[in-house]
C-alpha cells in the first residue's frame, strides 16, 4: 500500500526553511524513492529561492486536483510526499479525504509546533511583512489560533486514528528539516547531502524598527508596496540580526488565559522533554529592544523602492526637470531622486 506523508504546518516553524531544501533537492528525493511534487516555481527552488510548498489548498479540488492526480500519475513510487503550511487549516476536509481513501493508502501526517508567545510574535510579524496589517500586536492577539486549530486538528485526526508526528519547533528550531528527514526514513548519508541547505535562515522575522516601518507602509502606501519592501529588507540583508518583539504582562497572561486548554491538550500528546513552555521571558522583558535601530542600507532600500513607486504612479517625476527647476540641487551634485523624498517634498519644491 502506498503511502502519503504529508507536512501540514503550522506556519511559523521552519516550514519556509524546510520547503526550500525540499524543493531544491526533488531530484535527490526521488533517488531516494519518495515523490516530491515539483513546486509552481522549479527554477526558483533550485535556486533555493523557494519560500512556500507543492500543494495549495487555496484552489477549488485541490485534494483531487493536486494530490491524488499526482500519486496516480507516479504510480512507480511508493511514498509519496506533501508540503503546506495551509493544510493545517483544511482538516476537516482532509479528513474526509482519509476517511474516503483509507484503504486505499497509508497516511502519514507532520505537524509542527511552538511555544505560545513565540508563535503570537511570528504571525504578528508575517501579517505585517506579508499580509498589509498594520494594527497593533494587541488587537492582533485576539485572533491568533495556532494552538487552537493545531489542537483541534489533533483530535480531529485522532478521532479517525491518523497517525500524527508532532514536533515541537522551539525545541528543535533549524534541525527542525533533518527531523521531517529522518522521519520520512531517508539514511543519514543522504540527510548529510541536504545538510549544508537544511540549517540556513529562510525569510526571516523583521526588527522592531522594521516591523514599524513596514506597519507604516502598508498603512499609508498600501498592502503591496509595503509587502515588497519587506521582501527587500529580507533579501538583500538576510542575516539582519532580529531581537525579540516586546508584548506587554497583560496580553501575555490574556492569550494564555484564552488558550491554556489547547496548549494543554497539545502538551500532553508531545514527548517528555519536548514539552511547550510558556516563553514569558523572551517576550515580556526583552534585554534588546531598541537596539537593532534601521542602518544605511536599509535607507537606501526604502529610497529606491519609493523612488519606484514615484515612476510608477499617476504623477510623473523628471529628474531632469527637477534639476532644471531646483539650480542648488543640480550644483551640489546631488541624486534628484533622493534629495526630492528627502527633502524636495517638505519643501514642496516643483518638480
Known amino acids: 500500500m502506498k503511502t502519503i506523508f504529508l507536512?501540514?504546518?503550522?506556519?511559523?516553524?521552519?516550514?519556509?526553511?524546510?520547503?526550500?531544501?525540499?524543493?531544491?533537492?526533488?531530484?535527490?528525493?526521488?533517488?531516494?524513492?519518495?515523490?516530491?511534487?515539483?513546486?509552481?516555481?522549479?527554477?526558483?527552488?533550485?535556486?533555493?529561492?523557494i519560500r512556500s510548498g507543492n500543494v495549495y489548498p487555496q484552489h477549488p479540488d485541490w485534494i483531487d486536483k493536486q494530490i491524488l492526480v499526482s500519486v496516480e500519475e507516479n504510480c512507480g513510487f511508493d511514498i509519496f510526499l506533501f508540503s503546506s503550511e495551509e493544510m493545517i487549516g483544511k482538516y476537516e476536509e482532509l479528513c474526509e479525504f482519509f476517511l474516503k481513501y483509507r484503504s486505499t493508502y497509508k497516511f502519514r501526517?507532520?505537524?509542527?509546533?511552538?511555544?505560545?508567545?513565540g508563535i503570537l510574535a511570528s504571525h504578528y510579524n508575517q501579517s505585517v511583512k506579508a499580509k498589509g496589517y498594520f494594527g497593533s500586536i494587541e488587537d492582533f492577539e485576539v485572533g491568533e489560533m495556532h494552538l487552537i486549530t493545531?489542537?483541534?486538528?489533533?483530535?480531529?485526526?485522532?478521532d479517525i486514528e491518523v497517525g500524527v508526528f508532532l514536533i515541537n519547533y522551539s525545541m528543535v528550531q533549524r534541525k527542525i528539516t533533518n527531523k521531517i528527514l529522518m522521519h520520512l526514513g531517508l539514511k543519514f548519508s543522504d540527510i548529510e547531502e541536504l545538510n549544508s541547505d537544511s540549517t540556513k535562515i529562510v525569510n526571516r522575522s523583521l526588527s522592531s524598527h522594521e516591523l514599524k516601518m513596514i506597519a507604516s507602509a502598508n498603512e499609508f502606501l498600501g498592502h503591496e508596496h509595503g509587502k515588497s519592501l519587506a521582501v527587500e529588507f529580507i533579501e538583500q540583508m538576510p542575516d539582519f540580526a532580529v531581537e525579540?518583539?516586546?508584548i506587554s504582562k497583560e496580553i501575555c497572561d490574556r492569550h494564555m488565559d484564552r488558550i491554556?486548554?489547547?496548549?494543554?491538550?497539545?502538551?500532553?500528546?508531545?514527548?517528555s522533554g519536548q514539552k511547550l513552555v510558556v516563553d514569558r521571558e523572551n517576550y515580556?522583558?526583552?534585554?534588546?529592544?531598541?537596539?537593532?535601530?534601521?542602518?544605511?542600507?536599509?535607507?537606501?532600500?526604502?529610497?529606491?523602492?519609493?523612488?519606484?513607486?514615484?515612476?510608477?504612479?499617476?504623477f510623473s517625476f523628471d529628474a531632469d526637470q527637477y534639476l532644471e527647476?531646483?539650480?542648488?540641487?543640480?550644483?551640489?551634485?546631488?541624486?534628484?531622486?533622493?534629495?526630492?523624498?528627502?527633502?524636495?517634498i517638505k519643501k514642496a519644491r516643483d518638480f
Do not use: W
Open 7 to 49: 507536512h501540514i504546518g503550522h506556519g511559523k516553524t521552519g516550514t519556509s526553511a524546510t520547503q526550500m531544501v525540499l524543493g531544491k533537492h526533488a531530484n535527490l528525493l526521488l533517488k531516494c524513492g519518495i515523490y516530491y511534487k515539483e513546486p509552481k516555481n522549479a527554477i526558483a527552488a533550485r535556486l533555493g529561492k
Open 109 to 117: 501526517l507532520i505537524l509542527a509546533v511552538r511555544n505560545p508567545l
Open 150 to 158: 493545531a489542537a483541534n486538528a489533533l483530535k480531529k485526526f485522532e
Open 244 to 246: 525579540p518583539l516586546s
Open 260 to 271: 491554556r486548554d489547547h496548549f494543554d491538550y497539545i502538551n500532553e500528546r508531545l514527548p
Open 284 to 314: 515580556c522583558n526583552p534585554t534588546s529592544i531598541g537596539n537593532q535601530l534601521l542602518s544605511k542600507q536599509h535607507f537606501d532600500i526604502i529610497f529606491k523602492s519609493l523612488k519606484k513607486r514615484i515612476l510608477s504612479s499617476d
Open 325 to 344: 527647476k531646483n539650480p542648488d540641487v543640480k550644483q551640489a551634485g546631488a541624486d534628484p531622486y533622493r534629495h526630492f523624498l528627502k527633502h524636495g
